[in-house]
């Protein structure tokens, strides 16, 4: 019956269509990898796919602007930052006599499906185009251009957009397409900085985009822990000039040897007055008398080549616009593909638009506060964690509460761990707790590896890899006796686990334990961290994305290698033990071919079928593969990804000597195992934030437990997730380490349609038109 009420893709068809795709406005990262995917479903499904070059401007010129794309003319797009087909803010679409010449320019091409990977400027205009829209065809028809027959068959255009901002300022989505690759940007430069400002002591004041939103600084600022950040959406008080050199002062006081000072660009005071870094610097300079030197990022946000998270995002909207495309009936509005938790949903576009306007009234009218709202849930909690961790409360000011609260690492390193740490240690001593650092995991803890840990100590952590605590994968359950009484000894209250699968099963144990050791009923909680992303309850895991990160740097890598190497097949083993996340997600993000993995069994007739795929494959102007294998198969433009435990006798080196005889004479074959690469390096800009929220929401949530439930034995074993949940999901089998239920597994039809392989896609999820959250008046009224 479930079978029954399914409904998948292959059902619709873009026969007889055509689809145009443009990008306008600002350019982004990750534009070309929603260009690739429009081009590439689209061809799919069997419609023709053109490129409009440089934006609007392109469509109104027409002539060799608007070119039929094919599957090849996108190969090698994805890893490209910026956009290839260009972008051009275009006066000329302004003008009724502007539209009127591409309404033509698009009806001589039988295009009526339009895809605009722009700004709100640009999704605006897109949908003025198709409101005139027959209109411009009577015109056409009555000055002889266009025949009647040629305006009926093109009566109705669709128009379908996806958001491309650095700024992330459009409502209606979590994150827009370039965002994510702008804070790696931002943070490579703040970690560099913070090198040279602590050799010289000396304070910097940073600016980067964000003309009307402050997401970028706000999120940099808590990713690499600022003294200081200001944005347009919440303007200082009055004082905040005194309160802002009281700050830097206390913490060179406190042997910090640096400050940082984000800036919006378009940072403003409480009178609506623009707050330049020249005016900070000449402040910190008058009053402190600190070195202090100025940094304006500008463009180099817009460069570079997109990030993991960036790829996975335009692929997964550039699908779902192509879907929506061929769902549109001629009364469907205008909508965006946004992105809504993991998922892909559907808006109307002219709701998320005049919500976004919504913003900037409530900014120029001083209604900050609602300002704040309307921005949405992620930057209303960005702000508020921020506000949580920057500013240090005096001892008098502090609650005291008397519980003492351990906090340790488990399991394999993650890159975001210390984050974590950092964000768990400052918010408990801010809730008035003692906190305890447990150097070493359980281990360390039953030799009493325990102290003390304050405010300062945790200073600089958020931008450093790996675990500064020392972490191990030894469970409790062999020295229980011990840790009970190295929790007795210290008085332990309650108990933070940051780790993996180890941390996951370890507090399992602890929990049994419970009716042999008093000291054990105490909270504990769990903070996901691990770059397997294997943690039952958890959609993701600290530590995943910087992983992702290097999955897709190296491919990148190894695919240009291969440039001067025609004809040569990657095979790239990646970690992830039985969990096929990794190579899934990295193999869409690099433009992998394939990717093996134990969720999705296969045999030795996959194998010669891939084998055959890319050797039809080397046959055309692509001439590279790669292939993931967890642990993972690659290639320059075949990606196979393998996981080491997928299976007894599918490895890595077989999977290798099969691809090197099968394609003896076509292609050559490499394999390359990326190791514990994956698990190093500083982390990105998405584990810090992430670390530091849901830690923060760790310890609130453990002071809340405290208050309720302390030493009463009635505590359950709660694991706050990335979505705070309180109920466990066990896994399906515990030796395999691998949850009930994974979403990613619902991309993997997507990385083989972007491979050309034959694949079904649910898409039941898909075509239902939402609405906007909208925040209503009473919310307003109680701000």
Request: hydrophobic letters at 40%; a neutral charge; charged letters at 20%.
């Amino acid at each position: 019956i479930m079978q029954d009420t399914k409904k998948f893709f292959e059902n619709l068809s873009g026969a007889g269509k055509s689809i145009g795709v443009l990008t306008s406005g600002g350019d982004a990262q990750g534009m070309n990898a929603a260009v690739r995917a429009v081009v590439r479903m689209g061809i799919y499904v069997g419609a023709k796919v053109y490129f409009i070059h440089e934006g609007y401007q392109g469509m109104v010129d027409g002539g060799d602007n608007i070119k039929e794309a094919s599957w090849e003319s996108v190969s090698s797009m994805l890893q490209v930052g910026g956009t290839v087909i260009g972008s051009a803010r275009c006066k000329d679409f302004r003008t009724h006599e502007g539209r009127l010449r591409a309404a033509l320019n698009l009806v001589q091409r039988g295009i009526t499906n339009l895809c605009v990977i722009g700004g709100d400027g640009s999704l605006t205009g897109a949908n003025l185009f198709r409101e005139e829209w027959s209109g411009l065809l009577d015109e056409l028809v009555q000055s002889g251009q266009i025949s009647e027959e040629a305006a009926q068959t093109h009566s109705a255009l669709h128009i379908v957009g996806m958001v491309g901002s650095i700024d992330n300022d459009f409502c209606g989505t979590d994150m827009t397409i370039g965002t994510d690759s702008a804070l790696h940007r931002i943070i490579e430069v703040v970690d560099a900085i913070m090198t040279t400002a602590q050799s010289h002591q000396r304070t910097f004041v940073l600016e980067v985009m964000g003309r009307h939103c402050g997401y970028l600084a706000l999120v940099s600022a808590l990713a690499c822990g600022a003294d200081w950040v200001l944005i347009p959406e919440m303007p200082p008080k009055d004082g905040w000039e005194e309160q802002m050199c009281h700050k830097l002062s206390e913490n060179r006081a406190d042997k910090k040897r640096l400050n940082i000072i984000i800036v919006a660009e378009g940072a403003i005071d409480q009178n609506n007055k623009p707050i330049t870094t020249e005016l900070i610097k000449d402040l910190v300079v008058r009053c402190l008398g600190f070195d202090t030197r100025v940094t304006i990022l500008g463009h180099v946000q817009r460069g570079g080549t997109p990030s993991a998270f960036d790829r996975i995002l335009a692929s997964r909207m550039g699908v779902e616009a192509v879907l929506a495309l061929l769902e549109a009936s001629p009364g469907t509005p205008a909508c965006v593909v946004s992105l809504c938790g993991n998922q892909a949903v559907r808006l109307p576009l002219m709701e998320c638009v005049q919500m976004t306007q919504e913003v900037q009234k409530a900014m120029d009218e001083k209604r900050f506060e609602e300002a704040v709202k309307l921005r949405g849930r992620s930057f209303e909690n960005n702000l508020n964690t921020y506000k949580l961790l920057s500013h240090r409360k005096i001892d008098a000011e502090l609650p005291r509460s008397s519980f003492n609260v351990a906090v340790l690492n488990v399991g394999a390193p993650a890159a975001g761990m210390n984050a974590a740490v950092r964000s768990a240690v400052r918010v408990g001593i801010t809730e008035g707790h003692t906190l305890f650092a447990v150097n070493d995991g359980f281990e360390g803890f039953s030799k009493g590896q325990i102290k003390e840990i304050k405010w300062g100590d945790v200073g600089g952590w958020t931008g450093q890899g790996g675990s500064l605590l020392g972490t191990k994968r030894t469970l409790p359950a062999k020295h229980i006796d011990k840790i009970a009484e190295q929790m007795r000894i210290h008085n332990i209250n309650a108990l933070l686990v940051i780790g993996g699968f180890e941390a996951y099963l370890g507090l399992l144990e602890l929990q049994a334990a419970r009716s042999k050791h008093a000291e054990l009923c105490v909270p504990m909680v769990m903070v996901p961290a691990t770059v397997s992303n294997n943690i039952p309850g958890s959609d993701l895991s600290i530590g995943a994305d910087t992983a992702l990160n290097a999955i897709t740097d190296t491919c990148d890598r190894i695919k240009q290698s291969a440039s001067g190497t025609k004809r040569r097949v990657f095979i790239i083993e990646t970690m992830g033990g039985y969990c096929g996340y990794l190579a899934t997600v990295g193999g869409l993000a690099a433009g992998a071919d394939a990717a093996y993995i134990y969720e999705e069994p296969f045999d030795i007739r996959d194998l010669q079928s891939n084998v055959e795929h890319l050797t039809e494959k080397m046959k055309t102007s692509i001439q590279r593969g790669l292939v993931l294998r967890y642990d993972l198969a690659l290639s320059h433009t075949a990606l196979i990804h393998w996981i080491h435990n997928c299976s007894e006798n599918y490895t890595t080196d077989f999977i290798y000597q099969l691809y090197s005889e099968e394609g003896k004479g076509v292609f050559d074959c490499r394999k390359n195992v990326l190791g514990h690469m994956q698990q190093g390096g500083a982390p990105s800009p998405f584990d810090r934030n992430f670390g530091t929220k849901i830690a923060a929401k760790a310890m609130q949530w453990i002071s809340k437990k405290l208050k309720e439930f302390y030493r009463t034995g009635k505590e359950k074993l709660d694991v706050v997730w990335d979505c705070v949940k309180s109920e466990l999901i066990f896994v399906r089998q515990k030796i395999h380490r691998i949850p009930k239920e994974q979403w990613w597994l619902r991309l993997r039809p997507l990385m083989k349609i972007l491979a050309k392989y034959k694949t079904s896609y649910d898409v039941s999820d898909s075509g239902q038109l939402e609405h906007i959250v909208r925040l209503r008046a009473k919310d307003i009224s109680a701000i």
